[in-house]
């Protein structure tokens, strides 16, 4: 029977957004992966929606690693108390470790900074770099106009139709759980190429 998924990068806000909503599903994400024995990778900081996944992580034991670049460790107040913590050169590094390090990828609320993350995984899935799941958790409605563009880019003919496929909308933490726990890890990491672009 293949390896379930290991390791899973989250990318999420450095702020706590308007909801309350936000901080428990981050909380929950962190909590599930740490009870179903999924290494949480995330971008190191101690604040906002980042640093209650960790900290949800840690709390239930689980294993954190932090990878934030030199530069944000003040801004973000990088998260001393994770397993391990890497500091990268830039934020581009700091992708690409992330990209290393994990087998699927979860996106949830956040800002131009996980959009940013978001699209540059997605592109990687698009260029055939890796087949690892891309799952955008919509708590509370957050991702309907962020859904909303990607389907407008399909559209209006600057995506293909299949584009669409390579991610996938869940309503909540249990579905991205569940979406995790029954891929394998040699499924999400089939084809990954070590050239970037």
Known sequence: MPARISAVAVFCGSRFGNLPDY???AEAMGASLARAGIHLVYGGGDVGLMGTVADAAIAAGGKVTGIIPEFL???EIMHNGVT???VTETMHTRKQKMFALAEAFVVLPG???TFDELMEILTW????LHTSPILIVDVAGW???LVNMLDTAVEQ???SSNARALLEVVPDV???MKRLCATSSTEATSGRQEERV
């Open 23 to 25: 901080r428990a599903a």
């Open 174 to 176: 249990e579905s991205a």
């Open 143 to 145: 991702a309907k106009a």
């Open 73 to 75: 460790k003040a801004r």
């Open 157 to 159: 003919g600057f995506a």
């Open 84 to 86: 391990d913590l890497i």
């Open 125 to 128: 899935k698009q260029l055939c």
């Open 111 to 113: 800002g131009f900074g």
